[in-house]
């Protein structure tokens, strides 16, 4: 066992996908999972995501090796806060928030009553549009990207420390600034998102009986819980806003094409996204 | 059996899988497919998803039943006419062009030499980014929506006998018009592959190995075969555009809540959009 005890706050999706993970792989001899529902809390427990419960912070928090906040956005930062509290000497915070630079910032606020204890962010890319522990499964984080975050806070074995711990759940770790983080993501999470739900919003719902496989896929992630994304879109607003600009470049060319009636202007426009597309999911041009 | 011969011009993803459903569901005696490509006729042979091949398509349509027309939309109008040429008295000849003003309308100035001989324009919306016999399955079509087109030239027994036929395979059958299905069909599957195809050129290919399953699934599509749906976008453009500017104002929307920094307007769409997009998928607000 690498860790004696983990302790996960907020056992959802991520949370518990985590500590299935981490008793799969015998990765600590003890996950404690911190609730604020009653109802997850027997959840979880059923379910064996955690090995022990409590709705009490500190009591959660007390002697964990590694604390991860799987809560979320906007309500990171105040627990990070609440376990740096009660988090024994040398601990290790961490969180999954999907968005980095204002809990980053956030976080270099607080003032550390222990300075052995450190704070790394972290951002397991993977979920779905389902919430809540009833869907969360043992492998949801391999082969997932996974990325952590330097910043001029972060100690550098308290990075590796954290990077190894995601790695050692499957995950395939990078390292970046929360910047150069908020800009990718915005990217390639928060813009299908984006569009996603502008797509459904687009359909009138007689019309969406004669939806098959393309449409459903195109919006899968606009079953998403609304209040964890409007979280997210506006705690990222910034990099949103510039990836919504760099889409809508892509969206005028394709749709002036098609306007001019041009089927090689079209066409052209077409073979360049699938042909970019394949090489990142087959790795090569198919 | 209910037809003693069905013959499937174009065996590729679509009527590879329609051969391999009416083999299965013993539809018909045999089922004969015409092929333009020797390696194709050999993968389709090899698949079973044919019974009988052959490169001539006056020796594939003679006392066919019913004759299918699965190949790329721009080519239907002519094949449809060589088929009639050959075709016995009582034939019915359909397709399954993703558009169908164009196909219809070009159809209705062939001149039909045996009058018996009926022209059914049918849609069935099942496929996937994939092209080729090779991925042909014989359930790709068991609850798909598939719409059947009425017009002014399209007699009630050929309809009736076309829509029976779809739904022997499992199919959930619409009748409407061609420009029914154009408007319905640019919202529910044009359109989103317009926005899919748009995300991924406008995300840097050294950004998206950050990329997880929900850039996958929303971009799923624009792995699809460039000319095949440039041709289709071209064929039915004045809907795609319309829907395109049903788009840019659900998106507009969105971008302006966020812009604005208004969590709440951002919720209220985001949530709107989840609750109808569940309503679809589970059948009720989730």
């Known amino acids: 066992m690498k860790f004696n005890r983990i302790t996960i706050i907020g056992v959802g999706l991520i949370g518990g996908s985590i500590g ?10 003890e996950v404690v999972g911190v609730f604020r529902r009653n109802s997850t809390m027997k959840k979880a427990l059923t379910k064996r995501a955690v090995d022990r419960a409590t709705m009490n912070i500190r009591e959660g928090v007390k002697g ?17 806060h609440e376990a740096m509290r009660y988090a024994k000497e040398g601990a290790i915070i961490t969180d999954v928030g999907s ?22 962010g972290s951002h397991p890319m993977a979920g779905s549009e389902h919430a809540g522990v009833e869907f969360a499964k043992y492998d949801l984080l ?8 330097k910043s001029k806070d972060t100690g550098g074995k308290a990075l590796s420390k954290i990077s190894g711990f995601w790695k050692s759940l499957g995950a395939r770790v990078s390292v970046m600034t929360s910047r150069e983080h908020d800009r990718a993501i915005a990217l390639v999470s928060h813009l299908p998102h984006v569009v996603a739900f502008s797509l459904v919003s687009s359909v009138p ?5 004669y939806a098959a496989e393309g449409f459903k896929d195109t919006t899968r992630v606009a079953s998403s819980d609304p ?15 510039k990836s919504a600009r760099a889409f809508e470049a892509s969206y005028k060319a394709l749709v002036k094409a098609l306007s001019a009636g041009s089927y090689r202007g079209v066409a052209k426009i077409l073979g360049r996204a699938k042909r970019k597309r394949d090489k990142f999911i087959y790795g090569k041009a198919a």
Chains 1, 2 share one sequence.
Do not use: H
Not at 65 to 80: F, K, Q, T
């Open 20 to 29: 299935l993970a981490v008793k799969k792989r015998r990765i600590a001899k």
């Open 64 to 80: 964990a090796d590694i604390i991860i906040i799987a809560s979320p956005v906007y309500s990171i930062p105040s627990l990070v």
């Open 99 to 120: 968005t980095k630079s204002w809990i980053m910032e956030e976080a270099a606020r607080l003032k550390k009553p222990k300075n052995s204890i450190s704070f790394v």
């Open 142 to 149: 391999e082969g997932s990207p996974c990325i952590v975050i």
């Open 205 to 209: 719902l007689n019309i969406l009986k």
């Open 227 to 241: 209040k964890l994304w409007a979280d997210i879109f506006l705690s990222n607003r910034k990099e949103v806003l």
